[in-house]
C-alpha cells in the first residue's frame, strides 16, 4: 500500500493576503448587486424620495428580504442611503442610476451585467489558451453579429456606449482644435454625442455623423444633434468596405481598439482612401502607458481580449499599425478625459 505523500512545506516567501481578499470576495458581489439595482429601477423608484423595502419589493414583485440584503450592501459602499433601518433613499452616487440623470450610469451597470459581459468573462481562461474572445466561445458567434439579431440588447448596447462617451465628450471636445480642419467626419460615431460636443464646442466646424444604418437610425431617434442639424449630416458607412469621401479629417474613438492587429490595418486603409492629402485621420483612444504604471487601459485591454478580441496599444505601437495603413504617426494630444488623440497624417 502506498502512503500518502506528505504536504509540501508552506512557502517562507513574504505574502499580503489583503488587496487579493478584497478583489476575490467582494469586487463581483457588489459589481453584480449595482447591476441587480440598476435593472430593477431602484434609483427610478426612489426619485421621488425614500421608501422601504416592502414598498419597492411589492412595486416590483420581487423577495423582500432578497432586496434588503441588496441595498443594504449597496448603503453600506456609499450607494444609495439607508435613512432609517430598512428604508432607502438616494445619495449623489445612487443619482447617476437614475435613467434621467444628467451623467446616467444606468444602462452602462445593466450591460456590464448582461451574459453580453458578464457571461464571457466566465471564459477567460479560453481567451488566455487561444487568444479568441470568451464571448465568441459563449455566444457561438461573433459578438457584433449577435447584437444585430438582438434589437434590446443592440439598444442597450448604444444606450452603455452613450454613458462612457457622454462622460468623455467635454474633455475630448475640448482637448484639441477640430475646427482647423473644417470639415470632420465621425466613422463608428453611435448615436452622435462625441460629435455634437466637438461640433458646439468648435462653431465654424461642419460634422459628418458615419455609422451603419440602422445605428444611424437610432441617433436619429435620440435626437443629440437635433440642435445642430444645420451644421451636420448623417451618411451609412461599413467599417470594412467603405469610409465614405467628402471630409477633411475622419474621427474614429475607441474603434481600433475593437480589433485584432489584422482588422485594425484592414479598417485603417479604407480610412486611408477616404481621407484627404490636406487631412488627417484623429484616433482617440485610451492608450497603455509605456511603462508599468497603473492605468484604466489595462482593465479596458483585458476587457478587450475576453470580449472582441481586440486590444490597448501604446503610442508606438498605434504608429505602426498607421504606417502600414498609409499614415504617419504626427501628435498624441492628451485630453482631459482617459483619452489621448493620435493625430495622423497621410504619406
Known sequence: MIANPSP???????????????????????????????????ADLLAIGPKSVSELAAQ????????????????????????????FANNAVSNCLRSDAHLSLRALARFGGSD??????????????????????????DGWEY??????????????MTCLSSLAAPGIAAGYDFAKWESLMDVGGGNGVLLAAILRSHPTLRGVLADQAHVLQRARERGFLRALETRFTMQPCDLFHNVPAGCRAYLMKSVIHDWNDTDAVRILRKARKAVPKNGALLLVESN??????PSRARFV???????????????????????????????????????????ALPV
Do not use: W
Open 8 to 42: 509540501a512545506p508552506a512557502s517562507a516567501c513574504e505574502c499580503n493576503p489583503a488587496p487579493l481578499v478584497s478583489i476575490i470576495m467582494q469586487s463581483l458581489v457588489l459589481r453584480q448587486s449595482v447591476f441587480a439595482a440598476a435593472e430593477f429601477g431602484i
Open 60 to 87: 416590483l414583485h420581487l423577495d423582500e428580504s432578497s432586496l434588503g440584503r441588496i441595498l443594504r450592501l449597496l448603503a453600506s459602499e456609499g450607494i444609495f442611503t439607508e435613512s432609517t433601518p430598512g428604508v
Open 116 to 141: 453580453f459581459v458578464y457571461g464571457a468573462f466566465a471564459e477567460i481562461l479560453h481567451s488566455v489558451r487561444t487568444g479568441q474572445p470568451g464571448r465568441l466561445k459563449t455566444l457561438g458567434m
Open 147 to 160: 447584437l444585430k439579431n438582438d434589437a434590446a440588447l443592440a439598444r442597450l448596447f448604444d444606450d452603455a
Open 288 to 293: 497603455l502607458p509605456e511603462n508599468g504604471s
Open 301 to 343: 485591454d483585458v476587457t478587450m481580449l475576453v470580449l472582441t478580441g481586440g486590444k490597448e496599444r501604446t503610442s508606438a505601437e498605434y504608429g505602426a499599425l498607421l504606417e502600414q495603413a498609409g499614415f504617419r504617426l504626427n501628435r498624441v494630444t492628451p485630453t482631459p478625459s482617459d483619452f489621448n488623440i493620435l493625430e
